[in-house]
Nanobody, 124 residues
Framework: QVQLVESGGGSVQAGGSLRLSCAVS????????MGWFRQAPGKEREGVAR????????WSADSVKGRFTISQDIAKNMLYLQMNNLKPEDSGMYYC?????????????????WGQGTQVTVSS
């Protein structure tokens, strides 16, 4: 059974850092493209970062480039999102998701499994 469980969210001041974790079960994390998404109140969910099969290549949204890093730990079967220099506009619910076979883009419809989310709040 596929399951994704996020953790690591919390409240932090602007300029601070958080590391989000996504515990993956039911498959090997490196065998699918994986992504992190976020949704702020009143806004649509947006892709933040993704990592391809095998973890060789990563992509980040322009809004987080140079500040957020996606990575995976094969031995622990975990996906991570290291977030540095956080800004108030980074606040929202963060989700990890698994892409469908053959896909590795930010379009939500191409992801078939999602975690329950973890809340990030950045104060100014």
């Amino acid at each position: 059974q596929v399951q994704l469980v996020e953790s690591g969210g919390g409240s932090v001041q602007a300029g601070g850092s958080l590391r989000l974790s996504c515990a993956v079960s039911g498959y090997t994390v490196r065998s699918y493209c994986m992504g992190w998404f976020r949704q702020a109140p009143g806004k649509e969910r947006e892709g933040v970062a993704r990592i391809n099969i095998g973890g060789i290549r990563t992509w980040s949204a322009d809004s987080v480039k140079g500040r957020f890093t996606i990575s995976q730990d094969i031995a622990k079967n975990m996906l991570y999102l290291q977030m540095n220099n956080l800004k108030p506009e980074d606040s929202g619910m963060y989700y990890c998701a698994r892409a469908r076979d053959g896909f590795c883009v930010f379009a939500e419809s191409t992801y078939d499994y999602w975690g329950q989310g973890t809340q990030v709040t950045v104060s100014s």
